[in-house]
């Protein structure tokens, strides 16, 4: 089996691009290990955190599992609980093995996308007040959910083993993506760059981000993509 890995990254309408992102191969094996950083803030500290942050968390989560990948990462900017954290951001890390297995796991709001085939499904929760309202009520509880959306309940800067989340699945394509992608990008439209595009990584990895729309106050947010492709023949 072989693992075909491509990138895309677009900078929003703020000075900085404060996403980071990690493809690391483990030398002597077929293990890939991909990560993103959401960088929390822009500032020239918020963008090297990230682009550090999403290093670690790759090359150490390939060797020791996604959870201690996205752990190791926090390491960088632990602080005392009553402490402000700064820099700080949320987190995906997929580890693909060989077969087609690929282990997940996540804090805050990135995400992780799996590609049967034919559907694409979210691998991974977001961890915001909104989604936590929504698995909690329902009905007219989507408007208030909407308006919480942007509220994180977890970052790098406050992570544990309690707030690290995994998953795995066999999706022989993989998408990581920050929110500056999903957010803007709703999931039908995404499936549908995918289902055109799943046979060349790098294509739609830039075609997922010149997708992207600003928001109506024209504000765009930076929008990072990582593609992870097995060829299973």
Sequence with gaps: MTITTATASRRGTRERNCDGAAIHYVPDSLVVAAAL??????????????????EVAARVGARRTATIGILAAAELISAP??????????????IAEPYGHTAIAWTGDSRAYGWDGDTLTQRTTDMTVGEYLRHNGGGPIELLAKAHDNWIRSSLGRSSIATVHAAACADPLILLTTDGVH????????????????????????AIV?????????????ATVIVLAADLT
């Design 183 to 206: 957010d803007q990008l709703p999931q039908a439209e995404l499936e549908a760059l995918v289902r055109e595009h799943q046979d060349a990584p790098a294509t739609l990895a830039d």
């Design 37 to 54: 950083i959401d960088g929390i803030g822009n500032s020239a500290e918020v963008a090297e955190f990230a682009r550090l942050a999403a």
């Design 81 to 94: 609980a009553a402490a402000v954290v700064e820099p700080d951001g949320v987190a995906v890390l997929a």
């Design 210 to 222: 010149n997708t992207v729309q600003p928001k109506p106050s024209g504000y765009r947010d930076d």
